[in-house]
């Protein structure tokens, strides 16, 4: 089932969404996405989880 993520959902003010056809893909376009728009060159493991609480089924 396809997943989607709306980063604003966990970031104040970012207005990036994405939809794949996994969560691990899901995840792979997080962390560029991460890494490109909000300097993070590791994810902290809470950020991990606010991001999985906010994934949905589309």
């Known amino acids: 089932m396809a997943k989607k993520f709306a980063c604003g959902d966990v ?3 970012c207005a990036w ?4 056809k996994d969560e691990k893909e899901l995840f792979q376009k997080i962390s560029e996405h991460a ?3 909000h300097k993070m060159s590791t994810i902290p493991d809470e950020v ?11």
């Open 48 to 58: 991990i989880q606010k991001v999985k609480s906010k994934i949905k089924d589309v």
């Open 35 to 37: 890494k490109n728009a």
């Open 17 to 20: 969404s994405v939809t794949s």
């Open 11 to 13: 970031v104040d003010g």
